[in-house]
Nanobody, 117 residues
Framework: QVQLVESGGGLVQAGGSLRLSCKAS????????MGWYRQSPGKQHLVASI??????TYADSVKGRFTISRDNAKNTVYLQMNNLKPEDTAVYYC????????????WGQGTQVTVSS
């Protein structure tokens, strides 16, 4: 089994910054792609993802403001969020494609990000 633990959410004013972290632990032979999703009422979508070789992709709504990165030695993925907007308010979940005894996706518990105007 693999556990993903997120941290770094909170309340911030518009224009501010937050950094989310997600650390994976457990039986991990290969950490494949990792990513961040967000869920607001009625909607869930991919915010950013990064391959194990460092190739990143972003949702159009966050390009130029968010940066995803990872530390493979620590099995940790980060999401640096700058110039936050009220519409970024959501619960953010990290996801990891892990090859352990089996290959499957794992999810974190979610962390709330609230951006006030």
């Amino acid at each position: 089994q693999v556990q993903l633990v997120e941290s770094g959410g909170g309340l911030v004013q518009a224009g501010g910054s937050l950094r989310l972290s997600c650390k994976a632990s457990g039986i991990i032979f290969v950490m494949n792609a990792m990513g961040w999703y967000r869920q607001s009422p009625g909607k869930q979508h991919l915010v950013a993802s990064i391959t194990n070789t460092g190739t990143a992709t972003y949702a159009d709504s966050v390009k130029g403001r968010f940066t995803i990165s990872r530390d493979n030695a620590k099995n940790t993925v980060y999401l640096q969020m700058n110039n936050l907007k009220p519409e970024d308010t959501a619960v953010y979940y990290c996801s990891a494609d892990v090859s352990g005894w089996e290959r499957r996706d794992y999810w974190g518990q979610g962390t709330q990000v609230t951006v006030s105007s």
